[in-house]
Structures are given as structure tokens and as C-alpha cells.
């Protein structure tokens, strides 16, 4: 007698838009949109969240191991994010985000942060609605790469270094296996593809990888 059919892994990368919620119910009375607005594949749900008023890439699955696995900090997956800010970023401000700063009483993990600079305007789709625009406040970006994810982070850390953040969009995730992370190349706001073949391997891969994070060994013993 056969057993029961395993399921296939479906894995799904999104280009969530700004005023979309991470879950595929509305809430009640929000002004905000859901998933089901823009995916209609059964039985998949976020892999980690974007909050509503930001942008980028985020994965849906079929998976519980795989969600436990990109959200849980104790893997430490890199996530990069593009951070438009209110002010002029300083040297000293990347190095205190590189440093960690304090989040609600508790200090983040070093992250890694650079200012981005581009010739005329950042090679983003328009945000809809656009930022608020001030004349005489200037405005610039900053990468951003956080292994952890606390609620609404990267916005807390650019803020407790005096840049508040004005725009947010999530471009890649790490797998940690040596290759290129999964981003948002190709995808336009609101569009989604499921993972290609090779992508595919990778992500059983890592569902099935027993690696410790460094220190791992320390704290089980």
C-alpha cells in the first residue's frame, strides 16, 4: 500500500507593492490591500512579512520548514534592503548601524550598511502614492543588510541614527550557499514568478541542510 504523496515544494518570489499587507486576509477596516489582491496560487503564504508601507521582495511557500528556516535569525540569511532617507548620511551613522544600535531596549545585531549614490534618480519603479517632498529637507540612500527580523527594524535603526527612513524596498534574500541571493530582477511591482528549477534545488537544499550558524555549537552546550 502506497503511503500518503509527498507534496511538492511550490516556492513563489513577489514583488510586493507599497500598501499591500503580508497575509492573504484583509483587515477589517484597513485601508490596505492583501495578497489574494495580487496572487491567486492555493496553500502558499509569506516566508517572513513586508510591512504595508514597504516595498520588495518577499516569499511565499508551501513549506513550513522552508518559512522556519528564512525567518528564524539563529540561520542568519542576509536580507538587503535600499532605504531612502530624510538628511545626508554620514560616515559615522553607517558605522553605528554597522555597530548596532539601541531598538526598543535591545541592541541589534551588526549589520552591514553603505551609502548608495546614483547620477540623476535610483533605478526604481514610482512609488504610488510618491513620498512626501520637502524643498528644504535633502533626502539620500543607504543599503542596508540586516540578518535579523525584529518588527519594523530598519526602520527603528535609520531612525535612531537620525535618518528617518521615507521609503523602503526589501531587493534580495541570502541563502548562505555560496550563489547569488534571490532578488527582485524582472519583477515589476505587484508581479511574481515561482522559482526556476535551479532555485528550486537550492531551496531543498537548504530545507534539508543540518548547518549550524557560527556559535551554534557554544550555546546548545
Not at 7 to 35: A, D, M, N
Not at 130 to 150: D, F, H, K, M
Request: hydrophobic fraction near 35%; charge should be positive; charged fraction near 25%.
Amino acid at each position: 500500500m502506497e503511503g500518503p504523496r509527498k507534496r511538492r515544494l511550490t516556492t513563489l518570489l513577489l514583488h510586493k507593492p507599497y500598501g499591500v499587507l503580508s497575509q492573504f486576509t484583509p483587515e477589517p477596516g484597513s485601508r490596505w490591500g492583501c495578497l489574494a489582491d495580487l496572487v491567486r496560487v492555493p496553500e502558499v503564504y509569506a516566508a517572513g512579512r513586508l510591512d504595508a508601507d514597504s516595498e520588495g521582495l518577499l516569499l511565499l511557500t508551501n513549506q513550513g520548514r522552508l518559512q522556519q528556516r528564512l525567518t528564524n535569525p539563529r540561520f542568519g540569511h542576509w536580507r538587503s534592503y535600499w532605504i531612502q532617507v530624510e538628511g545626508s548620511v554620514t560616515q559615522d551613522q553607517l558605522q553605528a548601524l554597522r555597530t548596532g544600535v539601541i531598538v526598543q531596549g535591545k541592541t541589534t545585531r551588526p549589520a552591514k550598511a553603505r551609502s548608495l549614490t546614483w547620477a540623476n534618480t535610483p533605478p526604481l519603479p514610482e512609488r504610488d502614492p510618491p513620498i512626501r517632498y520637502r524643498a528644504n529637507i535633502p533626502t539620500s540612500w543607504l543599503e542596508l543588510q540586516l540578518c535579523e527580523g525584529r518588527n519594523r527594524q530598519a526602520r527603528r535603526m535609520t531612525a535612531a541614527v537620525g535618518l528617518p527612513t521615507l521609503r523602503l524596498m526589501r531587493r534580495s534574500i541570502d541563502l548562505m550557499d555560496g550563489q547569488a541571493p534571490l532578488d527582485l530582477d524582472g519583477l515589476a511591482p505587484g508581479e511574481w514568478r515561482e522559482v526556476n528549477a535551479a532555485e528550486q534545488k537550492r531551496l531543498l537544499r537548504l530545507i534539508n541542510s543540518r548547518r549550524r550558524q557560527p556559535g551554534e555549537a557554544r550555546r546548545q552546550g
